[in-house]
């Protein structure tokens, strides 16, 4: 006659398990991923007439990354860290060159008639431009624009930016807008037969 083997009891095992991940879960933390902080504009209204509008090409700075990282702003190569002040002298045109944006005298509620820029950053980018450098790029382009309300929330109100109420703030987004157009990624790496 042969002998029964004793048996493990496991029906406690499951609970364990349990009890384990649930520990894991709480105690371990995560890294949260984090995107560009940007509002899209409201869905235009489907009965709004749609119109060609015409932008004078002095008015336009084309930025492109290439697959290689490399960055033209306008005509000329550049590094990220010369780009933020490049756009900021090319939204403010401060020598009236006729090779940058048209500064047109517009009413500003609160301010009086000021003179705003028309200009306008067009972004492109290739396919193959990694993403840390399209954010580098982002982001120059953002702080330029961010240190030109500053400048102009200075001046105008005596505080920062940020430090003004909605109606303030909604004055400098009038005095110095930001109008960035960005293209659909191109890939420049292949060719069409």
Do not use: H, W
Not at 110 to 115: A, H, I, S
């Amino acid at each position: 006659m042969a002998k029964k083997t004793p048996a493990i009891n496991s029906s406690s095992t499951a609970d364990i398990a349990f009890l384990l991940l649930c520990y894991f879960l709480m105690t371990t933390t995560m890294g949260t991923q984090t995107g560009l902080s940007r509002r899209l504009p409201p869905m235009p209204d489907p009965n709004q007439k749609v119109e060609d509008q015409k932008v004078n090409r002095r008015n336009i700075i084309i930025v492109k990354i290439n697959s290689a990282d490399r960055i033209l702003a306008g005509s000329e190569p550049i590094d990220v860290s010369q780009l933020k002040d490049k756009i900021k002298i090319f939204l403010t045109n401060p020598t009236d060159d006729p090779n940058l944006p048209v500064m047109e005298p517009t009413e500003i509620a609160g301010l009086g008639t000021r003179n705003v820029s028309k200009g306008v950053i067009s972004l492109q980018n290739d396919r193959g431009t990694s993403y840390q450098a399209y954010i580098a790029v982002q982001n120059e382009l953002v702080k330029a624009v961010n240190e030109l309300r500053d400048e102009a929330s200075m001046r105008e109100f005596g505080k920062k930016f940020l430090a003004l109420d909605e109606d303030g703030q909604k004055t400098i987004k009038d005095l110095v807008p930001q109008q960035i157009s960005e293209a659909e990624p191109k890939d420049v790496g292949k060719r069409r037969r």
